[in-house]
């Protein structure tokens, strides 16, 4: 037997912390895991004899911190026992450090497996967000005076370098403490990743400068920092490197804290869907009406709802009738027409009619939490992009300190002096400082997304845009995405000799006017279009499922389906409505018969528009070399006439969410990369499992916080300018790395030849910055095709 079990991962600084912890749980006997460094989560499947505890203390030996993440139980009982083997976890972690006796084993049945306790997760994540914010500040208003008096020799005064120690010692100690504490930590576990680099680097450039001031010849009152191309051996004593130090300082901290606040959204999709429940029943007991927490639901329970109202929990009616809007499951606008021995989804809505319903399923195992766990699980399941400056990190930081090694051990051995020999080691950890690197991503990123959000297209980060590149299938929803989600009167046909078209609008439209159907709110629109004036309107009376009836300025009208309207008035179709139904059907549309005095008058087309702009979207998705494929929760009939409307060969219909997901994780076995653009509730487990999910930003928020771009207009025609210039900014990206470490590669050997001029390596470092800037602002002339 395994059990599931999920635990909140803190200390993880890159996708390679994350890879290591993985990489331990994996080790352990019975134990499968994936950890997600976007969400600080490890997911894993365990064996029965693996405890809470081992998990715990694994995850601590790595060098970082684990708890087990709490989920409301679905009944109390359930909650309290999971809560006893959480605190004994605890306990038994508290023994372990203090020295006393071994705590027993915590079985993982007896743990808690899921995503609630939100509130005190984002607290903390917000007081680390606050403590980095600070960090920020404070550091960039003291690294500035220092850049400029460093950089700028006409502006250096007697005692100058004294004032830039006082400005960039915190900055070098407090600000950079965030690295410093991250390099011991790596190092205890015998490895190295960019914080140590940075660490290094910038204690390395701090601790020489004040060996230069206390001990060299940097601290005398009249010292002025002259640029020349080439030092020479041994003459760091008088060169100061507290600008480096600085610099790197509030480079790396402002890229880490845009990092850490993009990292807030990813568990927004779980929120937003969970958040779509409702918050309380109307529980029936013994007759009496009680307005409960939906929490208190029990399976058996019975509870009403009336028009509007959510849904409580999933369950099957036992009295009423109504139109329940399932759009959150399937995604189409019809509501469902549901009576006596249906089931129902909690959270669906009835938009007219009173239900009595008997729950079935409560708690975590309602559709809705489902649906949120298969959000999660392909979040957690999606490849993890790793950062390209960590995976250059990976070769370039153990380089780096040995070649620093090398430095120090060969100029020991030949060179003049000991200071020779420590000043170019120094400057080889200097030079190979990554400053520019700091900028390379935040910069291309910022001015990418700026461009995008001035274009209506929003990309949530950096690891969105390695996908871009590969993407070779785009997966399309119908409704919300290639139409607009809204009915609209498709068509009408009447019977000539006896009414004209405007006539059977707004006759119509007076009788469909008391309803709240989304195809009568359709057929009201367009009747007002048409009609000339108010027409009376008497004893109106709704068929649910059926149709509607009144008395329209005298006249005795019927409005429904139309096998129940020939029933209602006692005459069949003529020839000619017939074949309008049967046309209708086969295009996927809803036909409504009207008639009256004895008549059928004619019939009116509904269906969902499709938007002017999607044949053409879809036109240049083919021309980007990309295969469209349309996945949508509608039937087979409207499927195929919307794709063959828009040019889509490939239909997949009556897909649930579980379907969507299935489908695009079968596109993936065969080897594609799929996108995924939706806009619905019940897109979001697919955008997420997708290698590159597109929302349309006229959606839902779980859909949009499910995907990895938003198109803000929510027109299909932004999809191919947001994989255009995602793939532009990765482009960007990719190239600034480039450079930002080619300058520093290239002064490497100066440096180990004690050459480097520190004003020199400044210089480099600033130089390749400005690159990196004006390499990044290029994508400012990015313009949609």
């Not at 429940?277 to 709802?305: M, N, Y």
């Not at 909690?346 to 195992?365: H, K, M, Q």
């Not at 044949?615 to 998705?621: C, D, K, N, Q």
Request: glycine content about 10%.
């Amino acid at each position: 037997m395994s059990t599931n079990l999920e635990l909140a991962v803190g200390g993880m600084t890159c996708s390679s912390c994350a890879a290591r912890v993985e990489k331990k749980l994996n080790r352990m006997p019975g134990v499968t895991a994936t950890v997600n460094y976007a969400t600080e989560k490890a997911t894993l499947e365990v064996a029965d004899d693996v405890t809470l505890q081992q998990l715990i203390d694994t995850v601590v030996a790595t060098g970082y911190t684990a708890e087990p993440v709490e989920r409301p139980a679905s009944s109390p009982s359930g909650s309290s026992s999971a809560s006893a083997a959480v605190a004994a976890g605890a306990q038994a972690s508290e023994a372990s450090t203090s020295g006393g006796a071994p705590a027993p084993m915590i079985p993982l049945g007896d743990a808690l497996t899921s995503v609630s306790g939100a509130g005190r997760a984002d607290a903390a994540h917000d007081s680390s967000l606050r403590s980095l914010r600070q960090r920020v500040i404070i550091s960039t208003l003291l690294t500035v005076p220092v850049m400029v008096l460093s950089m700028i020799p006409p502006l250096q005064f007697d005692n100058w370098q004294w004032l830039t120690l006082t400005l960039a010692a915190p900055v070098a100690v407090w600000g950079a403490w965030p690295f410093h504490r991250a390099a011991v930590i790596n190092a205890r576990h015998g490895a190295a990743t960019m914080d140590t680099l940075v660490s290094i680097g910038v204690l390395a450039a701090f601790a020489w400068s004040l060996y230069a001031l206390f001990f060299g010849g940097a601290g005398m009152p009249g010292l002025r920092m002259e640029f020349v191309w080439f030092g020479e051996p041994g003459a760091g004593a008088h060169e100061l490197y507290l600008e480096t130090a600085a610099a790197v300082t509030v480079f790396i901290l402002a890229g880490r804290y845009a990092e850490a606040r993009s990292k807030r959204s990813s568990i927004a999709a779980i929120r937003a869907l969970l958040q779509l429940g409702a918050s309380e029943a109307a529980l029936l007991r013994d007759g009496v009406e009680t307005r409960v927490p939906v929490a208190q639901l029990q399976p058996g329970d019975r509870f009403i709802v009336r028009p509007g109202e959510k849904i409580a929990t999933d369950g099957v009616v036992v009295e009423g009738a109504a139109a329940i809007d399932m759009s959150m499951l399937t995604g189409e606008p019809v509501p469902e027409e549901v009576s006596a021995g249906d089931t129902v989804t909690g959270s669906t809505i009835a938009t007219d009619g009173s239900l009595v319903v008997e729950a079935t399923r409560v708690g975590s195992e309602t559709a809705l939490a489902q649906m949120a766990k298969l959000v999660e699980q392909a979040q957690s399941g999606k490849a993890r992009v790793q950062r390209l400056a960590d995976r250059i990190s990976g070769v370039f930081v153990p380089i780096v300190l040995v070649l620093a090694v090398l430095t120090l051990a060969g100029w020991l051995l030949f060179g003049p002096s000991v200071e020779a020999a420590f000043t170019a080691a120094v400057a080889t950890l200097i030079i190979a400082c990554p400053c520019a690197l700091g900028l390379a991503t935040p910069m291309a990123l910022l001015v990418g997304t700026a461009r995008g959000s001035r274009l209506g297209i929003l990309i949530k980060g950096p690891e969105v845009l390695e996908s871009t590149r590969r993407i070779d299938t785009v997966l399309l929803d119908k409704t919300g995405t290639i139409t607009a989600a809204r009915m609209r009167v498709a068509d009408v046909t009447t019977e000539a000799t006896s009414t004209s078209r405007d006539e059977l609008l707004a006759v119509a439209a007076a009788v469909e006017h008391g309803s709240e159907h989304p195809i009568a709110r359709a057929i009201v629109r367009a009747g007002q279009e048409v009609a000339g004036g108010a027409l009376s309107v008497a004893e109106f009376s709704s068929v649910r499922g059926f149709g509607v009836r009144a008395v329209v300025d005298d006249r005795s009208v019927v409005a429904g389906r139309p096998a129940w309207v020939v029933e209602q008035l006692g005459t069949p179709l003529s020839p000619a409505l017939a074949e309008a139904v049967d046309a209708a059907e086969a295009a996927g549309r809803t036909a409504i018969a009207v008639g009256w005095n004895g008549v059928v008058a004619g019939v009116i087309e509904v269906a969902d528009a499709v938007r002017s702009t999607s044949p053409a979207a879809v036109e240049r998705l083919r021309a980007m070399g990309l295969r469209p494929v349309l996945a949508t929760g509608d039937n087979e009939r409207a499927a195929r006439a919307v794709a063959a409307e828009v040019g889509v060969e490939e239909v997949h219909a009556g897909m649930t969410p579980e379907g969507k997901l299935d489908l695009v994780r079968e596109l993936q076995a065969q080897g594609r990369v799929v996108a995924m653009v939706g806009d619905g509730v019940n897109d979001a487990a697919a955008l997420a499992a997708s290698d590159l999910g597109i929302a349309m930003g006229g959606g839902t928020d779980a859909a949009i916080q499910a995907g990895d771009l938003t198109l803000v207009h929510g027109d299909l025609s932004g999809v191919a300018d947001a994989i255009r210039l995602s793939r532009r900014t990765l482009s960007t990206i990719k190239s600034n790395l480039f450079w930002a470490f080619a300058y520093n590669v290239a002064a490497i050997p100066l440096a180990m030849a004690g050459l480097l001029n520190p004003l020199l390596a400044g210089a480099a470092m600033a130089f390749s910055s400005v690159f990196v800037v004006s390499n990044s602002l290029r994508l400012r002339r990015f313009k949609p095709a």
